[in-house]
């Protein structure tokens, strides 16, 4: 069994450069989540596919922020324009095309490390 | 909105000792509620979860919480706690929203 992969593991970049991040969900998966989590929180929901339907994005993603799934399995985060704020532990999550509420139980990745200098 | 409040950020405990962490929700429809752990050095995994039925839900590795919806609460227990439970717990819900609300976690450490 695959579980949710997300590269790079580690990104070091200078403010006011773009990043890219990539997730594989679990492959019977349609349902695939993004979240940011800084020191001392607990992750916070940044956007929600269903397939390739970006369903629900949080006011956190801002303008700088773009996700994309274009076929329905993987998925691209794009930050632009980074910021130091922007520092972060990004998290990637998948949750299986089940009816009813197992729909919810969604399984984590090892996440992206963003360090913006 | 909904929000997650967990009591402890950092919990101490001795091996053989029993544990509760604390967590509340604010939201007034039906949730669905979850604790994840995340072990030094690896992702979050899912500890636990409860949907509907019986209040009180049973998890891997002898962990257990329950359901109060009157306190709106779902505190994790473990009777005996093991030096390898040392961890960070989180608290989760999911209603009205396909996303999960996190709370801040809670730094639980086991001594020898």
């Known amino acids: 069994d695959t579980g949710v992969s997300q590269n790079p593991r580690h990104k070091i970049t200078k403010r006011g450069q773009n990043v890219t991040f990539r997730c594989d969900p679990i492959?019977?998966?349609?349902?695939l989540y993004w979240y940011r989590q800084t020191l001392g929180q607990g992750p916070e929901f940044l956007t929600y596919f269903q397939n390739e339907a970006q369903l629900e994005k949080s006011r956190l993603l801002s303008d700088r922020f773009s996700a994309e799934r274009p076929k329905g399995s993987f998925s691209t985060l794009e930050i632009q324009r980074t910021e130091q704020g922007d520092s972060a532990m990004y998290l990637c999550?998948?949750?299986?095309?089940?009816?009813?509420?197992?729909?919810?139980?969604?399984?984590f990745g090892p996440g992206t490390r963003l360090t913006v200098t | 909105a909904q929000s997650v409040s967990q009591h402890n950020h950092h919990v101490i405990l001795s091996e053989a000792a029993s544990l509760e962490l604390g967590c509340n929700y604010s939201y007034g429809g039906t949730v669905n509620l979850f604790w994840y752990v995340q072990y030094p050095g690896q992702h979050l995994q899912l500890l636990l979860k409860?949907?509907?039925?019986?209040?009180l839900v049973k998890g891997i590795k002898g962990f257990e919480a329950e359901f109060i919806k009157s306190k709106f609460s779902f505190n994790l227990r473990k009777p005996s706690v093991q030096w390898s439970d040392t961890a960070e717990y989180f608290c989760a819900v999911n209603g009205g929203a396909d996303g999960l609300t996190f709370g801040k976690g809670t730094h639980l450490i086991i001594q020898p």
């Open positions: 999550a998948s949750s299986s095309r089940l009816a009813g509420a197992s729909k919810y139980e969604q399984y």
């Open positions: 492959s019977e998966h349609n349902r």
């Open positions: 409860y949907f509907s039925g019986d209040p």
